[in-house]
């Protein structure tokens, strides 16, 4: 098991109209990898871009890009956002039908799986196919829009995923969006949580490494 921890900004919350510099910036200030919300206005309330504008951002990018499917049938898109550069490719187990299948597809197209969990959506669902990904993604807001309040019991699932990995030997991420900052990263870093989602407290502050390094401390 991993013992190191990882920053994620998500770009949801960066100024697109300045967007490479953005990805720039929250680099030179330490990051450790890219979180990019892939959203249809279908399976949630916005759009976002699709596997274009992921190119682009991957030919700027120096950190892995942890792509985020928040759509409908996200099974006929894996292959062309695979291509346009997602190194973790998550699908939310809500939008799939055959989630092994999906999971397992992504790994034959060279990207890590990850599976994401709303708010409502116990981990347990997932007990069967939790060998076979790279990380699972529990969303501590209901996903579509960022800024919003965390979740706060969540930390159930947290720790059960944490649990369960300990008890059975594997070795997948766990990775948390939605509300993070400083007064809950310590705290879920405690719970097992290896991945955290930032988007507003990070790109809603004056000093994007400062920040960066203040929530390093606290974990």
Same mark, same amino acid.
């Given at each position: 098991?991993? =013992?190191n921890?990882?920053?994620?900004?998500?770009?949801?919350?960066?100024?697109f109209?300045?967007?490479a510099?953005?990805?720039?910036?929250?680099? =030179?200030?330490?990051?450790?990898?890219?979180?990019?919300?892939?959203?249809?206005?279908?399976?949630?309330?916005? @759009?976002?871009? +699709?596997?274009?504008?992921?190119s682009?951002? !991957?030919?700027?990018?120096?950190?892995?890009?942890?792509?985020h499917?928040?759509?409908?049938?996200?099974? @006929?898109?894996?292959?062309?956002?695979?291509?346009?550069?997602?190194?973790?490719?998550?699908?939310?187990?809500?939008?799939?039908?055959?989630?092994?299948?999906?999971?397992?597809?992504?790994?034959?197209?060279?990207?890590?799986?990850?599976?994401?969990?709303?708010?409502?959506?116990?981990?347990?669902?997932?007990?069967?196919?939790?060998?076979?990904?790279?990380?699972?993604?529990?969303?501590?807001?209901?996903?579509?829009?960022?800024?919003?309040?965390?979740i706060?019991?969540?930390? !159930?699932?947290?720790?059960?995923?944490?649990?369960?990995?300990?008890? =059975? +030997?594997?070795n997948?991420?766990?990775?948390?969006?939605? +509300?993070? =900052?400083?007064?809950?990263? +310590?705290?879920?870093? !405690?719970?097992g949580?290896?991945?955290?989602?930032?988007?507003?407290?990070?790109?809603?502050?004056?000093?994007?490494?400062?920040?960066?390094?203040?929530?390093?401390?606290?974990?």
């Amino acid at each position: 098991m991993k =013992n190191n921890k990882l920053i994620a900004p998500s770009l949801l919350s960066c100024d697109f109209t300045h967007l490479a510099d953005e990805i720039m910036a929250v680099e =030179n200030a330490g990051c450790d990898m890219l979180h990019l919300d892939i959203m249809d206005g279908h399976f949630v309330p916005n @759009m976002t871009f +699709g596997p274009f504008i992921v190119s682009q951002i !991957k030919r700027v990018s120096k950190v892995p890009l942890d792509v985020h499917l928040m759509i409908e049938a996200p099974d @006929m898109w894996l292959e062309r956002y695979v291509e346009a550069g997602a190194d973790y490719l998550c699908v939310h187990q809500e939008s799939v039908v055959h989630l092994n299948r999906v999971v397992n597809r992504i790994t034959e197209l060279g990207a890590k799986p990850a599976v994401a969990l709303n708010p409502a959506t116990p981990p347990q669902v997932l007990e069967y196919v939790l060998e076979f990904v790279d990380m699972v993604l529990v969303m501590s807001v209901n996903p579509g829009f960022g800024g919003q309040k965390y979740i706060s019991n969540i930390i !159930k699932k947290v720790e059960w995923l944490a649990r369960f990995r300990e008890e =059975n +030997g594997l070795n997948f991420l766990i990775e948390v969006d939605g +509300g993070i =900052n400083r007064t809950n990263i +310590g705290m879920l870093s !405690k719970k097992g949580v290896d991945v955290f989602v930032a988007g507003s407290a990070i790109f809603s502050s004056d000093d994007y490494k400062k920040t960066i390094e203040e929530f390093r401390e606290l974990l």
